[in-house]
């Protein structure tokens, strides 16, 4: 399985970024598909999960600014990120395999950088 995350970079607060991950190796039509984040210090963070039915799920930080979608037919999940603040800065990382009440899978990408500062 390999999760190929891309999107990530310096942007100003109030700004916007988009996040996509491919996935390959796994049947993406049927995996439900999350993000996470991890700042410095910090533990890794639940932020969005949509399920194979693209039902979403956000963490309360997020809810309103950030946008969880998915193509099937690119096999690409995206993280629409709107506002960002400061407090957004992190590692992303893509992951597969949870559910909508654990959304914690087993498979992990590589992870791509936020960085929103002035």
């Known amino acids: 399985v390999q999760l190929q995350a891309s999107g990530g970079g310096l942007v100003q607060p109030g700004g916007s970024l988009t996040l996509s991950c491919v996935a390959s190796g796994i049947v993406f039509g049927f995996t439900d598909m999350a993000w996470y984040r991890q700042a410095p210090g910090n533990e890794r963070e639940f932020v969005a999960l949509i399920t194979l039915s693209k039902t979403p799920r956000y963490v309360d930080s997020v809810r309103g600014r950030f946008t969880i979608s998915r193509d099937n037919e690119k096999n690409t999940v995206y993280l629409q990120m709107n506002d960002l603040k400061p407090e957004d800065t992190a590692m992303y990382y893509c992951?597969?395999?949870?559910?909508?009440?654990?959304?914690?899978?087993?498979?992990w990408g590589q992870g791509t950088q936020v960085t929103v500062s002035s």
């Open positions: 992951n597969a395999g949870g559910s909508y009440s654990a959304p914690q899978g087993r498979y």
